[in-house]
């Protein structure tokens, strides 16, 4: 009785606050718009190939942090793409301007400071 009281504490520490919770709402909209993408574009965007395939931040979010916006608050849609686990890993926490996506949002996060 005890254990379950601690938890219902717990859950309704993380509905006041309201972070945990969009945090996780934040995740299920990653979840749907990798699954999404694979089914529309079904291919890395970097070498088109069709397996491993993972949602990346276009602009990384490390550097949105840095721009005052808090990815794991803020849902951005445009700000991903699909890319395979070897590009993702080669792309890491950079910018990539081969993308023309790339220069587009990073002038729009910046005008929007």
Same mark, same amino acid.
């Given at each position: 009785?005890?254990?379950?009281?601690?938890?219902?504490? @717990?859950?309704?520490? %993380?509905? *006041?606050?309201?972070?945990?919770?969009?945090? @996780?709402?934040?995740?299920?909209?990653?979840?749907?718009? @990798?699954?999404?993408?694979?089914?529309?574009?079904?291919?890395?965007? &970097?070498?088109?190939? &069709?397996?491993?395939?993972?949602? +990346? %931040?276009?602009?990384?979010? &490390?550097?949105? *942090?840095?721009?005052?916006? %808090?990815?794991?608050?803020? #849902?951005?849609?445009?700000? #991903?793409?699909?890319?395979?686990?070897?590009?993702?890993?080669?792309? &890491? +926490?950079?910018? +990539? #301007? @081969?993308?023309?996506?790339?220069?587009?949002?990073?002038?729009?996060?910046?005008? %929007?400071?």
């Amino acid at each position: 009785m005890g254990n379950e009281n601690t938890k219902r504490n @717990r859950i309704i520490k %993380d509905s *006041k606050s309201g972070y945990n919770l969009i945090k @996780r709402e934040n995740i299920r909209q990653r979840i749907e718009l @990798r699954k999404r993408l694979i089914r529309t574009i079904g291919k890395c965007e &970097s070498c088109n190939r &069709s397996i491993n395939l993972t949602l +990346d %931040d276009i602009i990384p979010q &490390s550097l949105l *942090k840095q721009l005052g916006i %808090d990815p794991e608050v803020v #849902f951005l849609k445009e700000n #991903f793409q699909l890319l395979c686990y070897g590009c993702n890993q080669f792309k &890491s +926490d950079r910018l +990539d #301007f @081969r993308n023309p996506k790339t220069k587009k949002l990073l002038l729009k996060y910046l005008k %929007d400071l």
